[in-house]
């Protein structure tokens, strides 16, 4: 009976933990989608101003620059508390 009950609880952890990665994953996908918006706005108020008319294609290499630049110095910024933190 107690290994019964063993295995419902940690199934039970299991689906916890599950929930919150997928809860995690949601939130940060709408985090991502709400940066975005604010870096489009930024390259389209600010940027594109001194850029000639019809450069769309430079704002786009402009957009995915700031955007890959954003990603690897979080990611970077991560990893060193992760590897502070994780002895």
């Known amino acids: 009976m107690a290994e019964e009950t063993k295995k419902k609880k940690s199934l039970q952890v299991e689906l916890l933990r599950q929930m919150v990665t997928l809860s995690t994953s949601g ?14 706005e930024f390259v389209n108020g600010y940027v594109k101003k001194f850029l000639p008319e019809g450069s769309g294609l430079t704002t786009l290499f402009i957009y995915a620059i700031v955007i890959t630049a954003l990603a690897v110095l979080v990611t970077y910024q991560l990893s060193k508390v992760l590897d502070r933190l994780d002895p």
């Open 27 to 40: 939130f940060g996908l709408v985090a991502a989608l709400a940066w975005n918006n604010v870096i489009q």
